[in-house]
């Protein structure tokens, strides 16, 4: 009875005992993981100290400063001098004042020339055009050829009234009237360009013929056949028709042509314009 509550004991202090071996050993292996950690934090920041402390990367931390110095001295230098660049931009600059300068006398020279050149093309012009306009304007007073030969019948007459055999009435009358033969070759009195040709209601059928300058001379009461074409140049002394007796406001008188000038389009009196002694009245 009493080898077996030995033994119980012994047994049980057994227990214990590796119960406190395996803590042990347990702690242990705690312990020593924690003794790693701690070794290797150590070894990681003496090595960090050890790299930033480096004697060599201190000297060329010193020269960096040393040159930065060294530069920022040399910078206060240049602001207290002129620099040779500086110098030299002046110096550009003078000379393209000096180019400019130049090349604006040349333009002005350029310029007068220009002028000068312009002024003698406008005096040549204004000589062309008045030479051009000398040869033609021909038609001027007293310049028209008679363009019929014969007797005037009836005179012009826009302030004044005269009598019309045909209408039995007084009315004004924007032309001359030239007695002549029916057939008679009618001439232009001017060099031009047949300006229209048409029958009229009341002059019957009437070339107009534009001299430039705004004169045009008008020949009514033609006869229908051989009349000349609109747009054809005409010579002064050319046959542009013949006298017939188209005229229905003139039917009552003899055979004559009908005879007007135009000054801008307005009726002004042949007799400026015409050789009046060449006239039979």
């Known amino acids: 009875m009493t080898n077996n509550k030995f033994n119980s004991r012994k047994q049980f202090k057994e227990k214990i005992l590796e119960l ?3 803590r042990k050993s347990f702690y242990f292996a705690v312990i020593l993981c924690i003794a790693l950690v701690g070794i290797t934090v150590v070894a990681i920041t003496y090595y960090n100290i050890s790299t ?3 004697p060599n990367d201190s000297e060329m931390l010193y020269k960096d400063l040393n040159d930065l110095e060294s530069l920022n001295s040399e910078q206060a230098e240049s602001s207290t001098t002129t620099p040779d660049n500086l110098v030299s931009e002046e110096d550009n600059n003078k ?7 130049s090349n604006n006398d040349a333009g002005k020279a350029t310029s007068g020339n220009e002028e000068t050149a312009i002024n003698e093309e406008q005096n040549n012009a204004k000589e062309t055009s008045t030479e051009a306009n000398t040869e033609t304007s021909v038609v001027t007073e007293k310049t028209l050829a008679l363009p019929v030969f014969g007797k005037s019948i009836l005179e012009f007459a826009t302030d004044k009234m005269v009598y019309s055999k045909t209408l039995e009435q007084w009315r004004t009358h924007s032309g001359i009237d030239i007695a002549s033969d029916r057939g008679t070759a009618v001439k232009a009195a001017a060099d031009g360009i047949v300006a229209d040709v048409k029958n009229d209601p009341r002059f019957g059928v009437m070339v107009i013929i534009d001299h430039q300058n705004g004169l045009k001379t008008v020949y009514a009461n033609l006869a229908e056949e051989n ?3 609109p747009n054809q140049l005409i010579k002064q002394g050319d046959v542009i028709g013949s006298i017939g007796d188209t005229a229905s406001l003139e039917s009552a008188d003899p055979p004559h042509l009908h005879f007007e000038v135009l000054k801008d389009d307005k ?5 400026q314009y015409l050789p009046t002694s ?3 009245n």
């Open 20 to 22: 406190i071996y395996r």
């Open 52 to 54: 930033s402390t480096n």
């Open 95 to 101: 000379q393209v004042a000096d180019i400019t300068e």
């Open 227 to 229: 009349i000349v074409n």
């Open 267 to 271: 009726p002004v009196d042949p007799a």
């Open 278 to 280: 060449l006239i039979d």
